[in-house]
């Protein structure tokens, strides 16, 4: 292969590698792959935090308690 050839492939390597970046780590002020997937992350930990709050406060008051007895007893 001569000089050109290198050069070319070289040149086409560094714009792919450029474009997988760009939409991995975001440019012009957007956050990229990596930034949706760490605020899916974060919501995803908040929900799964309010659900575990909400069944402790229900099991607290005995409705969660009361309606799985009332099952189980049918």
Known sequence: MKDEEHDKIRMETHDAV???RA???GANG???LVGDVKRLAN???KLKQQF???VGLLVGSGILAGGIS???SS
Do not use: F, M, P
């Open 18 to 20: 450029q474009t997988i």
């Open 23 to 25: 939409v991995l780590l």
């Open 30 to 32: 957007d956050n990229g």
């Open 43 to 45: 919501s995803h930990y």
């Open 52 to 54: 575990w709050v909400l």
């Open 70 to 72: 009332v099952l189980l």
